[in-house]
């Protein structure tokens, strides 16, 4: 099983960033997908999750400017993040929930102010 997240960057107060995870060895539109991020010196922190219907959960942070999506002909989802904050600086981890869990190497985003 290999998770392979990417479109991070550097990017400015106020901008936009749209994080890719491809998934391969799974049954794609079977599993749930989800994001979690990880700031220098603090614990890992949910993010989102994408259920097998579409449907999404956000952490309350994440609430309005963060948006997941998947498309299960590509097996691949999306994390689009708006109105980014210094604050969302992190590496973001893509991962798929199952009966064992599996996760991606992490994507760095660094938002300046």
């Known amino acids: 099983v290999q998770l392979q997240a990417s479109g991070g960057g550097l990017v400015q107060a106020g901008g936009s960033l749209r994080l890719s995870c491809v998934v391969s060895?799974?049954?794609?539109?079977?599993?749930?997908m989800g994001w979690y991020r990880q700031a220098p010196g603090k614990q890992r922190e949910f993010v989102a999750t994408i259920g097998t219907g579409g449907g999404g959960f956000y952490a309350d942070f994440a609430k309005g400017r963060l948006t997941i999506s998947r498309d299960n002909a590509k097996n691949t989802f999306y994390l689009e993040m708006n109105s980014l904050t210094p604050e969302d600086t992190a590496v973001y981890y893509c991962?798929?929930?199952?009966?064992?869990?599996?996760w991606g190497q992490g994507t760095q985003v660094t938002v300046s102010s």
């Open positions: 060895g799974v049954i794609f539109n079977r599993r749930e």
């Open positions: 991962y798929t929930a199952g009966p064992t869990d599996y």
